[in-house]
């Protein structure tokens, strides 16, 4: 499946193959979560946060339900003391009416997130949606669904079985949370599925598998590639795929190719160095200990996104020693940008790392 300052790249979340899904590669290692405690229609959302990395800061960010607060409305900043805090933000102005918001804490330094949604009235919101954090992944709650078969430490895996173009997709998956109840969305190719249409709920067996054919929203019809996306609400844990809107057009599937792990292990963190920068035109990166003989999307985003939804810039590959040395366009609708994200993203083994520069000429 295709389918998880001096300038440092953040702490990546290891994905040994190619769906990127947030596991808990580490269970000692705790996930930072925050409840909404009360809304005030229109106004204000207050959260209560605990688990958080102490004496960092945080955005904090609004946005349409579904799509986890990325790319939302600031709505101000937060530092964490001591990883525990209650505060009270502010609804921008753009997301006044909705039913319900989608609600984001960043840290741009550390890499570390959690999210939430609640419904915009004077009711309290639901119960914390475990998000995760570079590293660790979330935990079911006691009573909740059973971890994939392999344990925690595994990942789930999709593959399109099927396409029906502008009609139907199949697709199949393992390793799944057993006994759980995932959203499916399908949209656009790159958004990982992210923001997508609902088409409708996906139960898994005991097992953690199932098998199933979802239609395609109208509003999809016509498009070449098409991204589908699973998502517990209960549990967190989450896959996404891509297919070809043609019959026949499977797009995902197991890891392809002779790629390896990164030099020193696969439980290696890739690391990042911008070089150079020419403002405005464009940024050169080192990258080192990344998987090797493997195929990297470059995006760059705003800053702050991490690159999560940037543009599509170039494919990187690495070498036998998984490093690499390259210069890459900075796209036109961000030339102006102040500061920017750059992200390195594998859809055959899910690596990913993710880095930011000044929009300055240097050195």
């Excluded at 119960?127 to 994939?148: E, Y």
Aim: hydrophobic residues 35%.
């Amino acid at each position: 499946m295709k389918t998880r300052v001096s300038l440092i790249c953040a702490v990546i979340l290891l994905i040994l193959i190619s769906t990127q899904v947030f596991a808990a590669s580490n269970p000692v290692i705790t996930i930072p979560t925050f409840t909404i405690v009360e809304v005030d229609q229109d106004n204000t959302v207050k959260i209560k946060a605990v688990n958080f990395p102490a004496n960092d800061n945080f955005n904090v960010m609004m946005g349409a339900y579904g799509t986890l607060g990325i790319g939302g409305y600031s709505a101000g900043s937060q530092h964490s003391g001591t990883g525990t805090f209650t505060a009270t933000y502010s609804i921008p102005a753009q997301m006044v009416g909705a039913e319900k918001i989608a609600i984001r804490l960043q840290s741009p330094t550390s890499g570390y997130y959690s999210y939430n949604w609640f419904w915009n009235n004077q009711h309290p919101g639901p119960a914390p949606a475990p998000a995760p954090a570079p590293g660790p992944g979330p935990a079911p709650a006691p009573g909740s669904p059973g971890m994939p078969p392999a344990g925690p430490g595994s990942i789930p895996l999709t593959s399109i079985t099927g396409v029906v173009g502008d009609a139907t997709v199949s697709a199949s998956g393992t390793n799944f949370p057993t006994n759980d109840t995932l959203n499916v969305y399908i949209g656009a190719y790159g958004s990982k599925g992210i923001g997508g249409t609902l088409v409708t709920t996906q139960p898994t067996n005991g097992s953690g598998a199932f098998s199933a054919t979802y239609d395609l929203p109208a509003g999809f019809h016509g498009h070449t590639m098409l991204a589908i996306r699973w998502e517990s609400p209960s549990t967190g844990y989450y896959a996404y795929d891509w297919f070809k809107n043609v019959a026949g057009g499977g797009g995902g599937g197991a890891p392809a190719g002779t790629w390896g792990y990164p030099p020193n292990g696969k439980a290696t963190h890739p690391l990042t160095t911008v070089t150079a920068v020419v403002q405005g035109n464009t940024v050169t990166i080192h990258g080192t200990n990344f998987t090797t003989n493997d195929s990297y999307q470059v995006l760059i985003g705003a800053y702050g996104t991490l690159g999560v939804g940037g543009t599509f810039t170039a494919t990187q590959n690495t070498d036998g020693t998984g490093a690499f040395t390259a210069t890459y366009n900075i796209p036109a609708g961000l030339v102006g940008a102040d500061k920017l994200s750059i992200r390195f993203e594998s859809s055959a083994t899910g690596y990913y790392c993710y880095d930011w520069f000044n929009n300055t000429t240097f050195p």
